[in-house]
């Protein structure tokens, strides 16, 4: 069965500093997907980025970066110098054959100015 | 802005009650999915439609429905509310295909925060 762990429930750190935000995950399948999204206080889900399972490649998009690892089932996503406005809750979530979003329970993410 | 529009915002009802909630998808997106957020569960897949027709099912409850009209809207029904059943209940649309594609981006709308007193 899918599955998906963020083990992190709550992070607080102070503004500029780097956090990561760790993703486990488990699956049958040698084909997936992984996603991040990001729920800030106004509620609605924004897709961050998508990954399949045969791209290890790690992936940087400004302050932004994502490091995959296969053979710790790992999807680690780095916020680099985070500001206030990234305070947030962070899910980690898995796609298989069917088409639907497996979740983790998410990452509260504060930003202290 | 996600481009998906859920109806109404919140939702104040009593058990027992029925109520319909709303989703409009981003504009030429094909497929609609509803997913419930709780504190005890977490973020749960609950149905996918595409093009009208049921595309997944999750661990959506007997009480509860949806259905996909032919202008691409859908709403989910809740019936019998218990307690238990207070969530934001989340609709997302993707772009859809006539075979599943576990790899498409979702937009999600706002979510319907529903209480049941």
Known sequence: ?113 | DSGVTQTPKHLITATGQRVTLRCSPRSGDLSVYWYQQSLDQGLQFLIQYYNGEERAKGNILERFSAQQFPDLHSELNLSSLELGDSALYFCASSVGSHRPAPNEKLFFGSGTQLSVL
């Open chain 1, 1 to 113: 069965a899918q599955k998906v762990t963020q083990a992190q429930t709550e992070i607080s750190v102070v503004e500029k500093e780097d956090v990561t935000l760790d993703c486990v995950y488990e699956t049958r399948d040698t084909t997936y997907y992984l996603f991040w999204y990001k729920q800030p206080p106004s509620g609605e889900l924004v897709f961050l980025i998508r990954r399949n399972s045969f791209d290890e490649q790690n992936e940087i998009s400004g302050r932004y970066s994502w490091n995959f690892q296969k053979s710790t089932s790992s999807f680690n996503f780095t916020i680099t110098a985070s500001q206030v406005v990234d305070s947030a809750v962070y899910f980690c979530a898995l796609s298989e054959g069917a088409q639907k979003l497996v979740f983790g329970q998410g990452t509260r993410l504060t930003i202290n100015p």
